[in-house]
DNA sequence: ACGATCACGCACGTC
DNA sequence: GACGTACGTGATCGTA
């Protein structure tokens, strides 16, 4: 059975699912000649539970060039046709590759990565980072004209024979197209090299102390309860608190307490309009706080232990194809987002450790990177200048912007330049900027009139970008990677706002991802070229965080300062801050310039004062 | 009529 | 601006 190409086979396939070889074990020598004729195959692979170190496999496929589409089914005969394929040198051409790394490192912690030739769905990613979802049946009925049956319809075989069939017939219209839109070397030189690199950090994980959550989670559930009956008290009679709606008609209707801002089906109560009420009723204060530890509990306290594998690590799945600016994702958990601003929320973060004794984590993160891209893009030579000089940012600015001398600004005009200097980013509104930084539109949009007037290579840069994501319908990073925006052309004003902000933001947040991305395949490289035992552990947008032996640490720091600072040259220096510690939440630079740049990197506080 | 499941809105954790 | 998660709610589905 041949056929003419690779389309006619799967659309053959998706008829008769029969013609996916089924094979057992035993069944993979006989492979030989056929799998001898080639260099790359199309590969798939299907778990009961996708999340790394969690589920097994239920099947691995491969097809080849010639159309044939051969299944391990189970565990057995899937485990046992990968190695086959891995043994054999043969590349991969996979609709999300990761996880069969990720199925490779687990079994062999030191395995080399397996090759991956294309990934489509990457592909698919970056010929539209739109797209919420890449899916093959999507990729495959837009490039061939197929329709896929659902997944969830299909044996594991069937699903994975289809799958890897799919992703090779796929390959070349994608890859067409990625020359065409020259998306070529983004593709080839950075998600690609990226994709080993996230395998082996998810295969990795990250130790938990869960003695400490322990207590944290008795402690949390008895001021949760403290809190509940005050609650009760104040009110008079019990409801659920958790619930938007029922706390709404009781303050705004039973209590009459001052409305704030209306939702869509009721009034508003978020952290900001009961804010503005602490002082009027004694009930506010406490669902703040009982806000604040259910937050907490629900979402880290309980979830985590839950998660944690048998390795007693935990094991995040970074998303490669899902944020629209080519940030990372992470879900099951999501570790990048651990608190880390209050200091209940920092508790938990101390639970993060060394997995042992003998290693610490270190973590190294961009100093003010987003700004320091700005600075870059627009050419403005004011902001240039003072990264140039090594300035404290916030304090330069504020200066600059009310023409003041340096050492005759305030704490709170420093804070309120540095909420600024963080909503630049955004394509912040005087809207946004009023109500991070509790005051009045008014002030506000005076304060980014000032900023505007003071750096006018910014205010330039911002119309520009505008005006060319208007006129192309899309905007691009400084490696080429392209976001479009149609909302820029919508008739609703509301939404053209929103598209101009997304065009603002999207190239200075894309080239930061950009140079993280880079930054961590160069360090991987390093750390196997170099032969250091030390291992990434996580990305968390502008940080990498590591798990190092101890005896390793004075001669890796200098390697992940150079490699992260000369990941891509701009105009402006970028700067690397690393600390080190036995736990996530207290880490201590590692120098004196380390620790100067810690402390004028804080994320900006939620008000001002007075 | 009832429980399970889903989609949605809201709220909030991070960069 | 970019994400992911938990929760409550109301609609829908499937079973009894």
């Known amino acids: 059975m ?6 006619t086979a799967l659309g053959a396939t998706i008829s008769d699912p029969g013609r996916i070889e089924l094979l057992e074990a035993e069944g993979v020598p006989a492979l030989a000649d056929w799998l001898a004729g080639q260099t790359s ?3 798939s692979i299907v778990f009961d539970d996708p999340r790394p170190r969690r589920g097994t496999a239920q099947a691995f496929a491969i097809a080849g060039a010639d159309g044939r589409v051969v299944a391990g089914m189970g565990e057995t005969a899937a485990d046992a046709l990968r190695r086959e394929v891995e043994g054999r040198g043969l590349q991969l051409v996979a609709h999300e590759a990761k996880p069969i790394l990720v199925a490779r490192f ?3 912690p030191d395995a080399a990565a397996t090759k991956v030739e ?10 539209n980072a739109a797209l919420r979802s890449q899916s093959i049946a999507d990729v495959v009925a837009e490039r061939l004209d197929l329709v896929l049956p659902p997944p969830k319809e299909l044996e594991p075989v069937h699903r994975a024979g289809l799958e890897a069939l799919s992703a090779l017939a796929v390959r070349d219209p994608l890859a067409r197209a990625l020359q065409e839109e020259g998306l070529e070397r983004l593709f080839r030189e950075i998600e690609l090299p990226l994709i080993p690199v996230l395998a082996r950090m998810e295969s990795t994980g990250i130790a938990v102390d869960l003695d400490a959550l322990a207590v944290l989670d008795r402690e949390f559930g008895a001021e949760i309860s403290r809190l509940e009956d005050e609650i009760y008290g104040a ?3 019990q409801f659920t608190i958790g619930s938007p709606k029922q706390l709404g008609d009781i303050l705004f209707e039973e209590l009459r307490l001052p409305k704030g801002r209306r939702t869509k089906t009721g009034y508003s109560t978020d952290a900001a309009v009961l804010e503005e ?7 506010i204060q406490p669902v703040l706080d009982w806000r604040i530890y259910t937050k907490l509990r629900s979402t880290y306290v309980e979830t985590l232990p839950s998660l944690i594998a048998e390795d007693g690590r935990l094991h995040t799945t970074f998303h490669q194809a899902v944020a629209s600016t080519g940030r990372l994702s992470s879900s099951d958990p999501n570790l990048q987002n651990i608190p880390i601003r209050t200091p209940l929320g920092r508790r938990i973060r101390s639970t993060f450790v ?7 984590l270190v973590a190294a993160d961009y100093s003010q990177i987003e700004l320091r891209i700005i600075a870059h893009v627009s050419g403005d030579e004011h902001l240039k200048e003072a990264f140039a000089k090594q300035a404290d940012i916030h304090r330069e600015t504020a200066a600059r912007v009310l023409h003041k001398p340096p050492g005759e600004i305030t704490a709170d005009e420093r804070s309120m330049a540095k909420m600024v200097n963080f909503g630049l980013a955004y394509g912040m509104s005087d809207f946004g900027l009023s109500s991070r930084a509790g005051i009045s539109r008014q002030e506000a949009q005076e304060f980014i009139n000032s900023y505007f007037a003071a750096y006018s290579g910014i205010s330039y840069y911002m119309l520009h970008i505008k005006e060319t994501a208007r006129r192309q319908g899309h905007v691009t990073t400084l490696l080429g990677r392209k976001r479009s925006i149609p909302e820029l052309h919508a008739a609703n004003a509301a939404l053209r ?3 101009e902000r997304m065009a603002i933001n999207m190239p200075i947040q894309g080239t930061a991802a950009d140079i993280q991305k880079i930054a961590m395949i160069r360090v991987a490289d390093r750390l196997a070229a170099d032969g250091f035992g030390a291992r990434l552990l996580l990305s968390v947008h502008d940080e990498l965080l590591l798990e190092v032996p101890r005896e390793e640490v004075d001669r890796l720091i200098p390697v992940l300062r150079e490699t992260m600072e000369g990941a891509l040259p701009l105009d402006v220096p970028l700067t690397v801050d690393v600390k080190a510690g036995t736990d996530w939440e207290s880490m201590t630079p590692v120098s004196r310039r380390d620790a100067i740049l810690a402390e004028a990197d804080e994320a900006p506080v939620d008000a001002l004062a007075g």
């Open 354 to 360: 060394a997995g042992s004794p003998e290693t610490v």
């Open 2 to 7: 041949r056929f003419d190409d690779l389309a």
């Open 497 to 499: 706002g929103a598209g």
């Open 118 to 127: 294309f990934d489509t769905q990457i592909a698919a990613y970056i010929l």
């Open 106 to 108: 687990a079994a062999e």
């Open 277 to 283: 009420l602490v002082g009027v009723h004694p009930v």
């Open 41 to 43: 195959v199309g590969a």
């Open 235 to 237: 009110v008079g009679h």
